[in-house]
């Protein structure tokens, strides 16, 4: 098993960026293919980006594109999600998760190993 827990979230003022990163102990994390989620209250947790297990493979949302960017470094157990420019609409509970099933999955139902997510708020 691998246990996930995240880290970097907070608040920031619109236009700006975080880095979130998510510590990953147990098992080998290279084991696992890596994504990041987000849910925001009355909304479903969705799929902002995935990770191959080598990293060699990402996949990113249409909404993110271009701002957000998945990256991992599997000698230090860590995975991380830079987020730039964010937006008021981007502020949600964000999750990082992990499957030891797939290579690589833009599907949340692959995902068996949860952390229990970072804040991040962003004001206008």
């Known amino acids: 098993q691998v246990q996930l827990v995240e880290s970097g979230g907070g608040l920031v003022q619109a236009g700006g960026h975080l880095r979130l990163s998510c510590a990953a102990s147990g098992r080998t994390f290279s084991s696992y293919a890596g994504a990041w989620f987000r849910q925001s209250p009355g909304n479903e947790r969705e799929l902002l980006a995935a990770?191959?297990?080598?990293?060699?493979?990402?996949y990113h949302a249409d909404f993110v594109k271009g701002r957000f960017t998945i990256s991992r470094d599997n000698a230090k157990n860590m995975m991380y999600l830079q987020m730039n420019n964010v937006k008021p609409e981007d502020t949600a509970v964000y999750f990082c998760?992990?499957?030891?099933?797939?290579?690589?999955?833009?599907?949340?139902?692959?995902?068996?190993?949860w952390g229990q997510g970072t804040q991040v708020t962003v004001s206008s």
């Open positions: 990770i191959s297990r080598s990293g060699g493979n990402t």
């Open positions: 998760a992990a499957s030891a099933s797939v290579v690589f999955s833009a599907i949340k139902a692959h995902y068996e190993y």
